[in-house]
Each structure stands twice: as structure tokens, then as C-alpha cells.
């Protein structure tokens, strides 16, 4: 079974441009998350989306905003980029009630802001 | 706000060793508490999750303790190797939360 997947693995933007993840999860999965990972602030809880519907946000701005297709695929979308969103980006995903699910995580988007 | 913290931030071993990373949560109320590994620049692997009603998990020469009262776990790994070099990440659930909350993680090395 293949394992979450994120595109692109890689994105150079520079300020005030506006980006968009995408995520797939594990066949089956119904829940997706999508969490920030930086050097000073380690792993940050960005928002949870399961079966269409957000769930759970975490304490970023608006400028962060996501959305979960039907089939469960996920994007994220980041726009008026600013130097200080430069991170790891990544989503896990897990059957249902991630709350007593296992997470698991893709190989993450690496975003760099000039 | 739940909070997690994990000592040592870094440990460095010889091949063979067995060893000790420690989590420490501010809350005891949790669903879960999972253990991850993190290679450099790579996404995050499950290892262990620990439900909040059990007391420990094991997988391979791999064994996580999870004592909530206290708000403490721990990921033992025995005769270590230098595949094991990574970061090790701890994260639970809280109660009545769908996010996990982690901590800052051990950059461990294993030396041949």
C-alpha cells in the first residue's frame, strides 16, 4: 500500500507570492492533517480536515487556509508569503478518528521564501 | 496548554549501547503519545503509539513506556546501531483534540 504522498517535494516562492501543497493520503484514510516544521519552533499543528470538513485549526493566520477533496486528497494553500514561512511542511493522515488512529506522515514540502 | 519536553535535545553513543530517550507532557489528560523517527531532511516514521490506556508497546529491539500520571514516557532502544542515528520525535494527543503536540526531539547518533 503505497504511503502518504506530498507534491511538490521541493518550492522556492519569494515574499508576497502565494503557494499551494497538495497531499494524498493513504488509500482509505479519511483524516488529514497539515503541520509546520521549522528549526526554532519545531512541529506546529497547522489544521485536521476529515471528510471534507475542518475539523481542528492551529494558531496561524489567515493566510494559511486548506481544504479536503472527496477523495480525501488534501492542499493547503499559503498566500502573501512572508520570510518566516520558509519550513518543512507535512501531512499525515490516518483511518479515522486520528485521536485514536496512528498518523501517519509524508516526506513533507520543502518551502523556501526569498 | 500542553506542553512536551525531551531530554537529552542530543545523545551520542557507541554501537552496542543500549539506551534511554526520555518525553516528559505537561497534561496528563491525552489520548495518545507517539513515538517518531525523523531522518535529515525527511518526513516523519511511526514507531510506537501508546494508547493512554496502556502501560507500553514494543516493536523490534524497540520498547516505549508510557506512565500518565506522572507525564512521562520512554523509548528505550537496545544494542543500538548506527542505522539508528536520527532524530526521535515524541508527540501526544491531547483530550478532546484531533492535533498532536510535540516535542523539540533527541538528535541521536550512533557511532560504528
Known amino acids: 500500500k503505497a504511503g502518504v504522498t506530498q507534491t511538490p517535494r521541493y518550492l522556492i516562492k519569494t515574499r508576497g507570492q502565494q503557494v499551494t501543497l497538495s497531499c494524498s493520503p493513504i488509500s482509505g484514510h479519511r483524516s488529514v492533517s497539515w503541520y509546520q516544521q521549522t528549526p526554532g519552533q519545531g512541529l506546529q499543528f497547522l489544521f485536521e480536515?476529515?471528510?471534507?470538513?475542518?475539523?481542528n485549526k492551529g494558531n496561524f493566520p489567515g493566510r494559511f487556509s486548506g481544504r479536503q477533496f472527496s477523495n480525501s486528497r488534501s492542499e493547503m494553500n499559503v498566500s502573501t508569503l512572508e520570510l518566516g514561512d520558509s519550513a518543512l511542511y507535512l501531512c499525515a493522515s490516518s483511518l479515522e478518528r486520528s485521536y485514536t488512529d496512528t498518523q501517519y506522515f509524508g516526506p513533507g514540502t520543502r518551502l523556501t521564501v526569498l | 496548554k500542553q506542553e512536551v519536553t525531551q531530554i537529552p535535545a542530543a545523545l551520542s553513543v557507541p554501537e552496542g549501547e543500549n539506551l534511554v530517550l526520555n518525553c516528559s507532557f505537561t497534561d496528563s489528560a491525552i489520548y495518545n503519545l507517539q513515538w517518531f523517527r525523523q531522518d535529515p531532511g525527511k518526513g516523519l516514521t511511526s514507531l510506537l503509539l501508546?494508547?493512554?490506556?496502556?502501560r507500553e508497546q514494543t516493536s523490534g529491539r524497540l520498547n516505549a513506556s508510557l506512565d500518565k500520571s506522572s507525564g512521562r514516557s520512554t523509548l528505550y532502544i537496545a544494542a543500538s546501531q548506527p542505522g539508528d542515528s536520527a532524530t526521535y520525535l515524541c508527540?501526544?494527543?491531547?483530550?478532546?483534540?484531533?492535533?498532536?503536540?510535540f516535542g523539540k526531539g533527541t538528535k541521536l547518533t550512533v557511532n560504528p
Open positions: 501508546i494508547q493512554s490506556s496502556q
Open positions: 480536515y476529515f471528510s471534507e470538513t475542518q475539523r
Open positions: 508527540a501526544v494527543k491531547p483530550g478532546g483534540s484531533e492535533k498532536l503536540v
